[in-house]
């Protein structure tokens, strides 16, 4: 991953995390003992990326995540900021960040998303990533075909389809920049990743891996307590490196 660079897309209004984020961003709500926002940059660092963008939703919040990040030497790596001033959807965080981009590959991870991995990942360009669920039909879904390939990508089907729900963990070569350029707003009148996905699939290839570990998607109030909850017995139990340590 030498030459891939990473984003953490911490953007949105947390509204079904409300009352909670009415102050602060979710993504620095604690998980446990530490801000969730940790957790994805820790995911970055231990796939060995050291430059990070961090696009949030507002100048405050910016202030707020320089507060806990700073510019990231405290950990070992280079954090740089952009403000996404509408919630235009998850496929404008590569346009945001296209100068930061520039000719690296890239890796974007969503801020409310927790990955407690057996292993780093080591995955090449163009890779999205699953986890089984029994509920598909509160997530985007992938369909595999009979040689494990994708076959597409359904949001949120309403009929069961699949039991793999695509996470918030994605790896494209540089030219998704020109691709999110051609992603069109959907009904919500947002630049859909599933879009995007589809559409580099369409044009190439995309690679489907399933993830080895435990993933949450801490964004209602459920499962940021299920996430801290489980974090809490792996450090009690435990010997495992999840938190992200400070030099």
Known sequence: MRDTVGIILAGGSGTRLYPLTL???????????????????KTLLDMGIKS?????????????FKEYLGNGSKFGVEIQYKVQHKPNGLAEAFI????????????????DNVFLLNSPINA?????????????????????????????IVEKPTEFISDNAVVGLYIFDNSVVELAKRVTPSKRGELEI?????LFH??????????????FDCGNHDDLLECA???????????????????
């Open 194 to 198: 599933v879009d995007l996905i589809q």
């Open 124 to 152: 090449d360009p163009n890779t999205i990533f699953t986890y089984k669920v029994k509920n598909p039909s509160a997530y985007g879904v992938a369909t595999l075909d009979i040689y494990g390939d994708l076959d597409k």
């Open 202 to 215: 369409d044009e190439d290839y995309v690679s489907v891996v399933e993830i080895d570990g435990v993933w």
């Open 23 to 41: 102050g602060v961003s979710k993504q620095l709500l604690p998980v446990y003992n530490q801000p969730m926002i940790y957790y994805p940059l």
């Open 52 to 64: 990070v963008l961090i696009i949030v939703a507002s100048d405050l919040q910016e202030n707020l």
């Open 229 to 247: 909850e489980y974090i809490r017995a792996l450090q009690k139990r435990t010997t495992r490196d999840i938190l992200l340590k400070v030099l």
């Open 96 to 111: 945001i960040g296209e100068e930061f981009i520039g000719t690296n590959n890239v890796t974007l991870i969503l801020g």
